[in-house]
């Protein structure tokens, strides 16, 4: 990662938090059952050359009365399916989505099936030149606070089209499902 980046980044995260852009406290605020955010204040790797942070192992996940794995752990899992959402070919897609709807629950699994299903109907009816590439530029847990993964994105459109690069800020939302981290929530903060 570019360090003199980060800090760049890390303030348009919290200026974005501060300018009250509809976020939601999953903490003071959570729905029942459902929600609660990373305890960790870290950063996250960087993942540029095609590698990817590791997944959580099956080592790592607790057994009934064990204590719950490191909070690294649920920041493994955001980067990985973060990797999985920004990183798409047209041909590809369909089955991107497939994958990060296996990393999710509730209605993000199902928002994310649902639009497996759509792309699937659109991509037999036509071809397209679509892909999106990126890099996870970092991640920002802190105790009690959404977390916030910024992203570096490149939109391809078609051959006569140059392709776009932009920044882009997400929030993500985890919670303990079937003993590994899932995300229940992934919203874009900026387009």
């Given at each position: 990662m ?10 348009l ?5 501060a300018?009250g ?10 729905e029942?059952g459902?929600r ?6 870290t ?16 080592a790592?996940s607790?057994t ?24 798409w ?8 989505r ?7 629950v509730?209605s ?8 497996a ?13 679509q ?12 105790p ?41 929530e ?6």
């Amino acid at each position: 990662m570019r360090t003199r980046s980060l800090p760049a980044l890390v303030a348009l995260t919290l200026a974005v938090g501060a300018a009250g852009c509809g976020i939601r406290d999953p903490v003071n605020d959570p729905e029942p059952g459902e929600r609660a955010a990373v305890p960790t204040s870290t950063v996250g790797a960087d993942t540029r050359g095609g590698g990817q942070a590791a997944a959580p192992s099956a080592a790592a996940s607790p057994t009934p009365g064990a204590t719950a794995p490191a909070p690294a752990d649920a920041e493994a899992v955001v980067r990985r399916f973060a990797d999985t959402f920004i990183n798409w070919e047209w041909e590809t897609m369909v089955q991107s989505r497939r994958d990060a709807a296996a990393m999710a629950v509730g209605s993000l699994r199902d928002e994310l099936l649902g639009h497996a299903a759509e792309l699937q109907a659109e991509y037999e009816r036509r071809p397209s030149e679509q892909a999106n590439s990126g890099t996870v530029e970092g991640i920002v847990a802190e105790p009690g606070k959404p977390i916030y993964v910024i992203t570096h994105e490149r939109a391809s459109y078609a051959d006569s089209v140059p392709p776009q690069e932009l920044y882009s800020v997400y929030i993500a939302t985890v919670v303990r499902s079937g003993g590994t981290w899932k995300l229940s929530e992934w919203r874009a903060v900026t387009s």
